[in-house]
């Protein structure tokens, strides 16, 4: 069964940093790869970044380029979205994403609200 768990989303203030993580079980990680979405309160669904599933390519939203930095570590099977300059517009429910064999499958997301 494929689960993804997110971890790391809290309140932080304006310009602060997060890192969100998101450990991945019940399929060859290694062999997929892997997204971040976030759905801020009224609004779509959005793509944020995504990693090939050897990290030698990286998508980020217009959004976020230049502050948020995804990556992997395939040995430990989890996904990792580094986020600095934090902007209140950031403010978003966090999921981790991959699509195998046809399917999507999302984790139960983390929130993130950045607020002073």
């Known amino acids: 069964e494929v689960q993804l768990v997110e971890s790391g989303g809290e309140l932080v203030q304006p310009g602060g940093s997060l890192r969100l993580s998101c450990a991945a079980s019940?399929?060859?990680?290694?062999?997929?790869?892997m997204s971040w979405y976030r759905q801020a309160p009224g609004k779509e669904r959005e793509l944020v970044a995504s990693i090939s599933r050897l990290a030698d390519n990286t998508n980020y939203a217009d959004s976020v380029k230049g502050r948020f930095t995804i990556s992997r570590d395939n040995a430990k099977a989890t996904v990792y979205l580094q986020m600095n300059s934090l902007k209140p517009e950031d403010t978003a429910v966090y999921y981790c994403?991959?699509?195998?064999?046809?399917?999507?499958?999302w984790g139960q997301g983390t929130q993130v609200t950045v607020s002073s």
């Open positions: 019940g399929f060859t990680f290694s062999s997929y790869a």
């Open positions: 994403y991959v699509r195998r064999l046809g399917r999507d499958y």
